[in-house]
C-alpha cells in the first residue's frame, strides 16, 4: 500500500533511537501518522516542526498498520520563531487538528482553509486571530455542528442578533432573549460578518466556539488541548 499526498506537519515525537513517529493533516487522507526514518536527526529537525507544509510518500504492507512516511520540505513556517503569538497561534492550529479530527478521515475543505491560516499566522499579518476564530467556526462545522447564526431562534427575525443558546446553537437577538438573556452565550459581531474585531470579541468568539468544542469532545472522553488556552490567554492580554 502506498500514497503521496501533501499536508502539515501537526507532531513529531522519537520513536527508537533514531526515528520519529509524525502526524500530518493531509488533504486527501486526513490526519495520518506514519514512522520517518532518521526522524530524530538534526537534519530532519526543522522540516518535522509541528506547522512546517511537507510532500510525504507513506507506505505500508496493509492499510490499517503504521506505515512509513518519507518527507520533503515545502515550507518552512520558522518566521513565526521570533514571534510568541504566531508560535502560539500555530501550535493551537496544531493541536486542535490532533485532538478533533479522526484518524485518516480526508477534510478537504478544512485543509484548504488550513493551509492559508497558518500562512498568514507564521508572516505575522494583522488581523489572524480573527482568522483563526473563523476556522474553528469551520471545525465545528466539519465535526456536525454548525452555528447557525443566520436568524433569531425565538422571534425567527434577524435584525440584533447578540446571543447563541448554548443547546442548540442558534442564534438569539436582544427582544428573543428576554429573562432568559443571563444564560445566553454572547454572539460578537465579527461572527455576523459586521467588519474586523476587537480583541475581547474575538476572545468572546473563542469563548463560543470552545463550549461547543468542548461539549463535543466530552462525549469522547477529550478535552480542548492546552494549547489553545494559553494562545486564548494571550489574546485577552492583548486587549
Do not use: N
Amino acid at each position: 500500500m502506498d500514497w503521496q499526498d501533501q499536508g502539515t506537519i501537526l507532531s513529531a515525537r522519537l520513536h527508537g533511537e533514531t526515528s520519529a513517529i509524525v502526524e500530518v493533516f493531509t488533504a486527501a487522507h486526513g490526519r495520518h501518522a506514519g514512522v520517518v526514518r532518521g526522524g530524530a536527526s538534526r537534519r530532519m529537525a526543522a522540516t518535522l516542526q509541528p506547522g512546517s507544509r511537507v510532500a510525504v510518500k507513506w507506505q505500508a504492507r496493509l492499510e490499517d498498520h503504521l506505515g512509513s512516511f518519507t518527507v520533503e520540505p515545502l515550507t518552512s513556517r520558522a518566521g513565526a520563531l521570533s514571534d510568541r503569538l504566531a508560535l502560539l497561534g500555530l501550535g493551537a492550529v496544531c493541536a486542535m487538528l490532533t485532538v478533533t479530527l479522526p484518524e485518516r478521515e480526508p477534510h478537504p475543505r478544512l485543509h484548504a482553509m488550513t493551509e492559508p491560516l497558518l500562512a498568514v499566522i507564521a508572516d505575522g499579518i494583522e488581523g489572524w486571530p480573527l482568522d483563526y476564530l473563523r476556522w474553528e467556526m469551520t471545525l465545528l462545522e466539519e465535526l456536525g455542528f454548525g452555528l447557525d447564526l443566520s436568524r433569531c431562534a425565538v422571534t425567527g427575525g434577524r435584525e440584533d442578533l447578540i446571543y447563541v443558546s448554548p443547546r442548540s446553537g442558534r442564534a438569539v437577538s436582544r427582544a428573543g432573549a428576554g429573562d432568559w438573556a443571563a444564560k445566553l452565550l454572547p454572539l460578537p459581531a465579527c461572527l455576523l460578518g459586521q467588519g474586523g474585531a476587537t480583541w475581547e470579541e474575538i476572545t468572546q468568539g473563542l469563548q463560543l466556539t470552545g463550549h461547543f468544542l468542548d461539549r463535543l469532545l466530552a462525549g469522547h472522553d477529550c478535552r480542548l488541548p492546552e494549547a489553545r488556552s494559553r494562545l486564548i490567554a494571550a489574546l485577552a492580554r492583548q486587549g
